[in-house]
T-cell receptor, first 117, second 112 residues
Framework: EAQVTQNPRYLITVTGKKLTVTCSQNMNHEYMSWYRQDPGLGLRQIYYSMNVEVTDKGDVPEGYKVSRKEKRNFPLILESPSPNQTSLYFC????????????????FGPGTRLTVT | GNSVTQMEGPVTLSEEAFLTINCTYTATGYPSLFWYVQYPGEGLQLLLKATKADDKGSNKGFEATYRKETTSFHLEKGSVQVSDSAVYFCALEIQGAQKLVFGQGTRLTINP
């Protein structure tokens, strides 16, 4: 089954304790992205990756890191989480991106609800 | 800049009612437009899309037409069901950019 998986689905942690949220896709997609969803703000992009070893900042990258060592995996790392990073996080993948007018669908994972106290 | 504005929610309707969720956008160039739906406890999934002006996207009884002259992509359904209860997001893909820009989402509840 074609899918994007995220782990963990729920996480409660304390300020300053490093954590990693994993994301994996089995569709051989080139493009992957992380979003955070907050009430009244929709989804905002944190980081994205156009392909292996190619990553770049989105709209809200502060406090986050990513890596793309393999095509299927795109982990999100919070080196020193703070309460303002409490949110619902989504990983997404797409065959490619940036090709004008193609409108490729993005496939989303089920989400990770993170609480930082 | 590029942005999407959706109708404020929440929206509550009775089963079989007509649905419209308004979406307008601001963008440079010629973006592709999308509606994504998020069912309770799940990730987003594509509902429909349109990639050029006057295109109509449709799926599961939902429709939206890409109106360049009014910069709009309103979502409509003629007869909603309880199973349509979800959060709906309008989004645009910027030509040459590497992201989707989302509206704030509209929560829809359908009562039997």
């Amino acid at each position: 089954e074609a899918q994007v998986t995220q782990n963990p689905r729920y996480l409660i942690t304390v300020t300053g304790k490093k954590l990693t949220v994993t994301c994996s896709q089995n569709m051989n997609h080139e493009y992957m992205s992380w979003y955070r969803q907050d009430p009244g703000l929709g989804l905002r992009q944190i980081y994205y990756s156009m392909n292996v070893e190619v990553t770049d900042k989105g709209d809200v990258p502060e406090g986050y890191k990513v890596s793309r060592k393999e095509k299927r995996n795109f982990p999100l790392i919070l080196e020193s989480p703070s309460p303002n990073q409490t949110s619902l996080y989504f990983c997404a993948s797409s065959p490619r991106f940036g090709t004008s007018g193609r409108g490729y669908e993005q496939y989303f994972g089920p989400g990770t609800r993170l609480t930082v106290t | 800049g590029n942005s999407v504005t959706q109708m404020e929610g929440p929206v509550t309707l009775s089963e079989e009612a007509f649905l419209t969720i308004n979406c307008t956008y601001t963008a440079t160039g010629y973006p592709s437009l999308f509606w994504y739906v998020q069912y309770p406890g799940e990730g987003l999934q594509l509902l429909l899309k349109a990639t050029k002006a006057d295109d109509k996207g449709s799926n599961k009884g939902f429709e939206a037409t890409y109106r360049k002259e009014t910069t709009s992509f309103h979502l409509e359904k003629g007869s909603v069901q309880v199973s349509d209860s979800a959060v709906y997001f309008c989004a645009l893909e910027i030509q040459g950019a590497q992201k989707l820009v989302f509206g704030q989402g509209t929560r829809l509840t359908i009562n039997p």
